[in-house]
């Protein structure tokens, strides 16, 4: 429940099961500077909780003149940051990962609230892996050389950085991080309907100490991100969004000698051999594809099974589906929360429509939806075919289109057959199909009887439509720094 507390901060008790409050302010202004700045147009935005629809909080929304200020402000801190001791830099980095821990329960129900995911995931992956990512960078930051040994490596300048809803914190760090850890300074714009957490960082960013300027974080609409990526005194743009953005922003760069990684959209193939640990595979299936509702790039939302055990893995999928449980996303018990919007969930309602007038046969488990806020339940499409529309587009959504195959050689062919390829998982008791699936597959992951495991040493990234450059690891890196 809500309540003010007269500071306008609003205090809320969250998870039955949980002790403590976290704290929301009723009104974000831009932080630059490492001071909260009121918008040039003094607009500002709601963010809501997808879950019941009411008002967390009003969010500034940045225009043009605001990110020139915010980028100006980078540019002013960039030399003496750059210039820092390089293990002074990573001692700030850890400073941000310890704070983020301290924090973590504060940040993992504003992460639930804002984005509707179910607190099991924010609390268990998301805040953690965003903690871990600092640690891991900040770790290199003094051990840059040894990353690239005989190479001179600098910082590239001003990183503008862009991130989606679906893992707010999580993506902030994937970016923050790198570009900190190489001794860049960044301007950050976090998604319209999840910057809350980005926001709480900025608080983290002040009680860390942080040299004024260094992080800048400028909330908005597609404009304000727009107006960041064709400011002309920044060096580096870090995206992460839709594949249609994504060409939006490769154009308007052209030219520009900016430097750019864009991690898009994603259709991911997930692979089931007839001699793969069955109940396990259904698992890792229903993980795949209905972790965080589907908002996964690398979500596994392409089923292949091998004919001859096909009719026993829908089986299962179908009973594992009926015990998902879904609801408030604040319940350590929901396995599916809430679709992140109102938009979201039209875009995903029209592709079930599709998929049903495609005469595709469509599977949801009967659960209570709840009368207020964005709900899919978890569906399953069976006789899909490489034609269908569901099957080529990303939906984004807990919706999984199965296929079978007969041969390994067809269901590469088949999994590869995509715009996309950004990820992809396989199931199998053989070692060698692994190794060979692996190789062949157009994919930047590609799990093993797992999927959806991150962590800050492995790269991630994609091929094709899914963008271009790594996050993460020593690749990350690269992205972040001039070699010579
Ligand atoms: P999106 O619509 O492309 O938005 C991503 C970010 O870009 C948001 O902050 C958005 O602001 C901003 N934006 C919108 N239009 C812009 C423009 N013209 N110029 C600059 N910035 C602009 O994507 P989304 O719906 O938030 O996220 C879902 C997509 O992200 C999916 O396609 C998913 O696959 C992809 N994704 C990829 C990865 C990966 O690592 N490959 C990871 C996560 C998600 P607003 O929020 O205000 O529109
Ligand atoms: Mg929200």
């Known amino acids: 429940m809500a309540k003010d507390n007269k500071?306008?901060?609003?205090?809320?008790?969250?998870?039955?099961?949980?002790?403590?409050?976290?704290s929301i302010k009723e009104q974000y202004d831009l932080f630059i500077n490492n001071q909260w700045v009121k918008p040039q147009q003094g607009k500002y935005f709601d963010?809501?909780?997808?879950?019941?629809?009411?008002?967390?909080?009003?969010?500034?929304?940045?225009?043009?003149?605001?990110?020139?200020?915010?980028?100006?402000?980078?540019?002013?801190?960039f030399p003496t940051w750059a210039k820092l001791p390089a293990k002074e830099r990573g001692k700030y980095l850890y400073r941000i990962a310890r704070i983020i821990q301290e924090k973590s329960r504060e940040f993992a129900v504003i992460e639930s609230m804002d984005g509707g995911k179910p607190i099991r995931e924010s609390r268990d992956v998301d805040i953690p892996l965003a903690a871990a990512h600092f640690f891991y960078l900040g770790g290199?930051?003094?051990?840059?050389?040894?990353?690239?040994?005989?190479?001179?490596?600098?910082?590239?300048?001003?990183?503008?950085?862009?991130?989606p809803w679906n893992f707010p914190l999580l993506m902030a760090a994937w970016k923050l991080a790198p570009a900190l850890a190489c001794g860049n300074t960044v301007v950050l714009k976090p998604a319209e309907t999840t910057s809350l957490t980005a926001l709480k960082l900025a608080e983290v960013i002040q009680e860390a100490e942080l040299p004024e300027g260094v992080v800048n974080i400028?909330?908005?609409?597609?404009?304000?991100?727009?107006?960041?990526?064709?400011?002309?005194?920044?060096?580096?743009?870090?995206?992460?969004?839709?594949?249609?953005?994504?060409?939006?922003?490769?154009?308007?760069?052209?030219?520009?000698?900016?430097?750019?990684?864009?991690?898009?959209?994603g259709k991911a193939a997930n692979i089931i051999f007839e001699d793969a640990a069955i109940n396990q595979a259904v698992e890792g299936i229903i993980n795949g594809i209905y972790f965080n509702q589907g908002h996964v790039c690398c979500a596994g939302s392409r089923l292949f099974v091998q004919e001859s055990v096909v009719d026993e893995v829908?089986?299962?999928?179908?009973?594992?589906?009926?015990?998902?449980?879904?609801?408030?996303p604040l319940d350590k018990n929901t396995d599916i929360g809430a679709i992140n919007s109102k938009g979201q969930l039209q875009t995903i309602k029209k592709y079930?429509?599709?998929?049903?007038?495609?005469?595709?046969?469509?599977?949801?488990?009967?659960?209570?939806?709840?009368?207020?806020?964005?709900?899919?339940?978890?569906?399953?499409?069976?006789?899909?075919?490489?034609?269908?529309?569901?099957v080529q587009e990303e939906i984004f959504g807990p919706v999984l289109a199965?296929?079978?195959?007969?041969?390994?050689?067809?269901?590469?062919?088949?999994?590869?057959?995509?715009?996309y390829g950004l990820s992809a998982g396989v199931w199998t008791d053989k070692g060698s199909k692994i190794f060979n699936l692996t190789s062949k597959m157009r994919a930047g992951v590609v799990w093993a009887n797992t999927y959806n495991k991150f962590d800050p040493t492995s790269p991630f990234g994609g091929y094709k439509e899914s963008g271009y450059g790594r996050e993460g690891g020593v690749h990350g890196l690269e992205a972040y720094l001039k070699l010579s």
């Open 352 to 390: 079930l429509e599709i998929g049903k007038k495609d005469g595709l046969e469509m599977f949801q488990p009967k659960l209570t939806i709840p009368k207020k806020g964005f709900w899919c339940a978890p569906t399953l499409f069976t006789g899909a075919a490489q034609s269908h529309q569901i």
């Open 218 to 265: 400028v909330t908005g609409e597609g404009d304000t991100g727009a107006a960041l990526v064709n400011h002309p005194d920044v060096n580096k743009i870090a995206f992460t969004g839709s594949t249609d953005v994504g060409k939006l922003i490769q154009r308007s760069i052209a030219g520009t000698g900016k430097k750019a990684t864009l991690e898009l959209g």
């Open 7 to 22: 500071k306008g901060i609003f205090e809320y008790s969250a998870a039955p099961e949980s002790t403590g409050h976290i």
């Open 314 to 328: 829908i089986l299962k999928l179908k009973q594992r589906m009926g015990n998902l449980v879904l609801g408030d």
């Open 47 to 77: 963010s809501i909780n997808p879950s019941n629809e009411n008002k967390l909080a009003s969010v500034a929304r940045a225009n043009d003149k605001d990110v020139d200020k915010a980028v100006k402000a980078a540019r002013k801190a």
């Open 402 to 419: 199965v296929q079978t195959f007969r041969t390994i050689e067809e269901v590469i062919q088949k999994a590869n057959n995509t715009p």
């Open 140 to 163: 290199w930051a003094d051990k840059l050389e040894y990353a690239f040994p005989g190479q001179n490596v600098e910082p590239l300048g001003v990183a503008g950085q862009i991130i």
